[in-house]
């Protein structure tokens, strides 16, 4: 087995615990040091950790750091990818990769022109969930697949959230936020996306944050809260995509797909597993046991993934494909703002499948 790959983490804030109980589980990756413009947040999980606490410039620029865990808030990730690309790091960010398209892509170029790699959440996909469904697609048990709806309805993040405002600010609302688990898992299940039709709502101009300090606190929203659309898969088959934090509750599959000889549904693309159930034509439902997937896997898998494919070799949790899963939201928006269908200008090769098995090894 090869060395692991040392990890800097930028940004310690909420997500990052998830990050960290999962690499104590994976051997192909090893934590070095951390840092956050919040000095003492960084300090507090260094000595938990037992590594590090730097400068957030310092850590970009650390000999002990092969890659940068880029966990801050959207409108910093291209800046923090930039900056650890000119340094020579790979990097993984959370999603989404930037705020827009045109911020993303000098990070895509840089990093080619360096040899880096970009890898980007989510990789909730790469678990036994979205892959065990994947797999039924593939096998065939569906049959020519032709159509999916992803539905995501919350109240809103400001709910549980200490720090909300990103949220609802450009690079948030609940397409950009949550819309990546999706909009990923269906071109993980169908294929990439040619063009799209949305529509869009705005139903409040401010949120009320409810838990932490600032309960209380009213935050200002100044993107689309309600967004619907079709997404047209290159394939010819057909989305249909609704993600809100405008509404209470759901009793919709989080996702479904429909083939001309059966139905699946889908688990929740922000959870790693979850139950598959498939309706032949003719049958009945039934649950699939998990086929495919990283077995009890967390936060964290996709930079292990990234990190045990060998050099020059491809890793499911890619720039090119969190690139264009990014494009699809935005034109998304955009086709919602001028009423007409956009095209999405890139596309990606579907990640390749994830055989059923334990983490990742060092490559
Ligand atoms: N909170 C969740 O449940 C959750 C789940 C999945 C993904 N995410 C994603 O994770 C990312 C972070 O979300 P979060 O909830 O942890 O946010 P957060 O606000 O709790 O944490 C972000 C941290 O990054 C730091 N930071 C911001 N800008 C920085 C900069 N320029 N340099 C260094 N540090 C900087 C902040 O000080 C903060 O500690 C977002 O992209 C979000 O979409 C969050």
């Not at 930028?10 to 070095?32: D, M, P």
């Not at 996909?125 to 065990?132: D, N």
């Not at 955009?334 to 983490?359: I, K």
Request: charged share 20%.
């Amino acid at each position: 087995m090869g060395q692991p790959l040392k990890i800097g983490i930028v940004g310690t804030g909420a997500i990052s615990g998830q990050y960290l109980t999962t690499f104590e589980r994976l051997a192909a990756v090893q934590l070095t040091a951390v840092a956050d413009l919040d000095a003492d947040r960084a300090k507090a999980v260094a000595e938990a950790q037992g590594v590090r606490a730097l400068g957030v410039d310092e850590l970009l620029a650390d000999p002990d750091v092969d890659l940068v865990l880029n966990l801050t808030i959207p409108a910093a990730h291209a800046e923090i990818a930039l900056k650890a690309i000119a340094n020579g790091k790979h990097v993984y960010g959370e999603k989404p990769l930037a705020n827009t398209p045109a911020e993303a892509l000098p990070v895509l170029e840089a990093a080619r022109a360096a040899g880096v790699r970009v890898g980007c959440a989510p990789d909730t996909v790469l678990g036994t969930g979205i892959q065990t469904a994947r797999k039924a697609v593939d096998d065939g048990l569906i049959g020519t697949p032709v159509a999916a709806t992803a539905t995501m309805l919350t109240p809103g993040h400001e709910r549980w959230h200490p720090n909300p405002d990103f949220y609802y600010a450009p690079g948030g609302g609940p397409l950009l936020d949550m819309g990546p688990y999706y909009v990923t898992a269906l071109v993980t299940l169908l294929g990439p996306v040619a063009s799209v039709v949305g529509a869009a709502a705005r139903t409040r101009d401010t949120r009320v944050i409810g838990s932490g300090p600032r309960a209380g606190e009213r935050v200002p929203v100044t993107i689309d809260t309600h967004v619907t659309g079709v997404l047209r898969h290159e394939s010819g088959a057909l989305s249909t995509l609704v993600m809100s934090f405008d509404a209470v509750a759901t009793r919709a599959s989080n996702i479904e797909v429909h083939g001309h000889t059966g139905s699946l549904v889908v688990p929740d693309p922000n959870g790693f597993d979850g139950e598959v159930r498939v309706h032949p034509l003719g049958g009945e439902w039934t649950t699939l046991e998990p086929s495919a997937g990283y077995r009890d896997a967390g936060r964290g898998y996709g930079v292990a993934d990234l990190a045990a494919a060998p050099a020059g070799e491809p890793f499911r949790a890619s720039g090119d494909l969190a690139y264009h899963v990014l494009e699809t939201m935005t034109a998304l928006l955009d086709s919602a703002a001028r009423g007409a269908e956009v095209t999405v200008e890139s596309t990606c090769d579907r990640p390749a499948p994830v055989p059923l098995q334990d983490a990742p090894q060092a490559a």
